[in-house]
């Protein structure tokens, strides 16, 4: 590629917004327009032309798979790897944390609790404090605990400001055990890691300094999304000094303010709006032609966005042929309207010759996707639900990311909570009750406790010995965490805990399938050594953690997407299907209780059409069962705000188009993603022996002078035995090991 091929396929404007490098840039423009790839290019253009190093570099993306994408995409762009922060604000945040959390009072290898640990700190919380939770969920808590952080509202601040009336009380209390146990745990939670960096910067001007310093070209993509503390911390950094005084403020940002979905998130409008107020001298770059989308699919999204008041009113165009119209299609109930979009796909997909991939359904609520899954499952249609219970949610993963989250931090007393008895170990909740009791007397960790004979040895005797080993088991793995690759001590922790033969001994269906996650797991780790062979299990354990539903997303494979309309944002499909068009799903309740919550429902509207670039389907259902109740129905009034001349035949579709199509492509089932039995057989027998492996190099007498061979450094010659310990002298370095854990095998 020449030079600057890149920037030839950008029109002038936005060429003109990826080539004006210095000072404030707003790129306020429609969907599909080409905001991401202008900033794209804009970073290949800084790096190429402009000879900036990527490390003076910090692109802001929303999701981690937009972040992947920009950088994958940057690569190409420059043609060697780069090792740029292109991060999600909470990524950004957790490595400058990982730095600099002394000086905030926590250990650096804090651990970082996601929703579901959240849940699990709230539930005990109510159990200690004899509240309701029937009444009073942990999420109704957790909700308002996050608004507060989003705020900047500290538990003490609750406290002082509310507290007057019993619940509030309540909230506050709560709220303070809350931050209590997690500063206790040395723990953060996804709030927190955005909050304690701001926190971080305005306590150390060093260390912002140092930041200021590094990131002279600062963007943020979907800005119309950031909420008050993201915007705090692109200020912050920002707003930095050069030599001679005067304020830099390369920040370039990036979004629509039709497009922002979160104001119940925090999300503030005003961020973007008032860009120009708050950076003077800002230069404001339009865009106006759109590149996704048929010129029908526009319209439409234009004709129901332009019924939002609060708006600057602005209308992209486009230069693609009208495209086939869109199609509405009123169904009796639920499981009509997830059959009639199965059958369409299939359909499309023989008259199209279009890949599975191509096509996304996209809902209001998670709760819509099980009837979506059942419909394809049952026509043989590959799919991927994004979000709902999430592949790391499941129980097995859970466990065994516990494992490791406790190799990693010992303090994590919630996750030894989570696993002492996992496999069964005949530890009791009143055996646990013991100990944590202890733990709390002492100040010490709940693993602290185990490490202490006289307590143990007062147990019964097969207790007393599970319990020595399960600590032994973390111990060693902990001293020899850095010494291993992460698939190893996986396969080691997996089988040493006795976790896998638990569950093969129960020889049942949900057993086989907990099974055949945890391997998949095991593809999830070795996935990520292969792109960073260094990682240690702190960054693995962070990286998992901060996967946001839409980061299971692998385009490659070739199946329907599922996913809530909130997390397709930023994405593009072909073929797009919108189901619940109804008054009180889409626009959703939430939308009647606030004022501008129509508007922001709309908005979301816009996102989900302006998704599709080549076909759109809409659909309701005159009757609906959801959380268990079924009510009558009304259309959607988005889809009256629709111009009917858009809609295919008046908007009523033929049901008999439908029903006389099940003969369509038979080869369907070819397409299935399954994974071959043996294939997971292979896998786990793997597993097994290189926890074997592993363990019986403890017998194997290693003698000075052998030569062995290490699965993550490579080979060695052996220097010292001494008991459990060998010394080993690799290509690069000298390590001492353990024996038993240490992946070696003599050559
Ligand atoms: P959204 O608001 O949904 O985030 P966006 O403004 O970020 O959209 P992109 O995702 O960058 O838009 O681009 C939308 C589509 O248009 C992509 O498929 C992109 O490849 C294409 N595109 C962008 N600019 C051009 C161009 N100058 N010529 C041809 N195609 C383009
Ligand atoms: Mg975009």
Redesign the pocket.
């Known amino acids: 590629m020449g030079r600057t091929d890149y920037l030839d396929?950008?029109?002038d404007k936005?060429k003109e917004a990826a080539m004006y490098t210095e000072g404030p840039l707003l790129i306020l423009?429609g969907?599909?327009?080409?905001?991401?790839?202008t900033m794209t290019c804009r970073i290949a253009y800084l790096i190429r032309e402009m000879g900036v190093h990527p490390y003076n570099i910090l692109a802001v993306t929303f999701t981690n798979k937009a972040a992947k994408e920009m950088r994958e995409r940057v690569q190409r762009l420059i043609g060697e790897g780069v090792n740029m922060w292109i991060l999600t604000f909470h990524s950004a945040c957790l490595r400058i944390l990982r730095r600099h959390a002394e000086v905030l009072g926590y250990g650096r290898d804090f651990a970082v609790y996601d929703p579901t640990d959240q849940k699990t700190v709230v539930k005990n919380i109510c159990k200690e404090l004899n509240i309701d939770t029937k009444k009073f969920s942990p999420s109704y808590f957790l909700g308002i605990i996050s608004h507060c952080k989003e705020q900047r509202i500290s538990a003490r601040e609750y406290n002082g400001i509310y507290g007057t009336d019993y619940k509030e009380q309540m909230i506050g209390q709560v709220y303070d055990r809350y931050e209590k146990i997690l500063k206790k745990n040395n723990a953060m939670d996804f709030d927190d890691l955005l909050l304690k960096t701001v926190e971080l910067f305005e306590q150390d001007e060093e260390v912002l300094l140092r930041y200021q310093d590094r990131f002279q070209y600062i963007m943020v993509d979907e800005y119309q999304d950031t909420n008050m503390i993201q915007y705090a911390f692109v200020r912050l950094l920002a707003d930095a000094r050069d030599r001679d005084g005067n304020i830099r403020r390369n920040l370039c940002v990036v979004g629509?303010d039709d497009?922002c979905i979160y104001q119940w998130r925090g999300a503030d409008i005003r961020n973007i709006l008032e860009f120009e107020k708050d950076f003077p001298g800002a230069k404001t770059v339009k865009l106006e032609q759109n590149?996704?989308s048929t010129a029908n699919i526009l319209e439409a999204a234009h004709s129901v966005i332009s019924h939002n008041r609060g708006r600057k009113d602005k209308k992209l165009w486009t230069d693609a042929e009208d495209g086939r119209k869109i199609v509405y299609y009123n169904a009796d109930d639920e499981k009509d309207e997830a059959y009639f979009i199965a059958s369409e796909i299939n359909r499309v997909a023989g008259s199209d010759h279009a890949d599975y991939r191509q096509f996304a359904v996209l809902y209001r609520t998670n709760a819509q996707s099980r009837t979506f899954e059942e419909a394809l499952s049952r026509r043989d249609i590959p799919y991927r639900v994004l979000g709902g219970l999430r592949y790391y949610d499941r129980k097995e993963i859970k466990d065994m990311m516990s494992y490791m989250g406790l190799v990693q931090n010992r303090a994590n007393d919630l996750a030894l909570v989570r696993i002492i008895n996992e496999p069964k170990r005949g530890v009791g909740g009143k055996t646990l009750q013991k100990l944590q009791a202890l733990a709390q007397v002492r100040g010490t960790s709940l693993f602290d406790v185990l490490l202490d004979d006289d307590v143990i040895d007062s147990f019964s005797a097969k207790v007393s010995d599970n319990l020595k080993q399960l600590a032994g088991l973390i111990a060693t793995y902990g001293i020899e965490k850095d010494n291993m690759k992460i698939s190893d001590l996986y396969d080691g922790l997996l089988v040493n805990s006795g976790y896998m033969k638990a569950l093969e001994d129960q020889h049942t269906v949900e057993a086989e399938g907990r099974l055949e996650n945890l391997m998949e797991f095991k593809s999830v780790i070795v996935g990520y050594e292969k792109e960073d062979p260094n990682m240690s299990l702190a960054e693995f354990m962070e990286r998992i953690a901060l996967l946001a539903d839409v980061d299971n997303h692998d385009s490659e494979e070739n199946a329907v997407t599922l996913m809530t309309l909130h997390s397709a944002k930023?994405l593009?499909f072909p073929y797009v299907f919108m189901p619940g068009m109804e008054d009180g799903l889409f626009p959703g309740w939430r939308a009647f209780d606030r004022e501008d919550g129509l508007e922001e429902e709309r908005r979301l509207c816009y996102v989900g059409i302006?998704r599709a670039k080549k076909r759109l389907w809409m659909t309701s259902a005159r009757t609906r069962t959801i959380y268990g109740r079924t009510d009558y129905t009304r259309e959607s009034v988005f889809l009256h705000e629709l111009d009917s001349k858009l809609l295919e035949g008046d908007g009523i579709y033929e049901k008999k188009d439908r029903r006389t199509e099940g003969v369509f492509r038979d080869g369907a089932s070819e397409n299935v993603a399954m994974k071959p039995f043996d294939q997971l057989k292979y896998a786990r027998a793997q597993t097994k022996q290189r926890a074997e492996a592993m363990a019986k190099a403890n017998a194997e007498s290693f003698s000075v002078g052998d030569r062995v061979a290490h699965s993550k450094f490579g080979e060695g010659t052996v220097l010292e035995v001494n008991g459990k310990v060998i010394r080993i002298e690799f290509a690069d370095q000298v390590r001492k090991l353990a024996l038993g854990i240490a992946p070696i095998k003599k050559l």
């Open positions: 396929k950008l029109n936005q423009a969907a599909g327009s080409g905001k991401t790839s629509d497009q590149y996704r930023g593009e302006t």
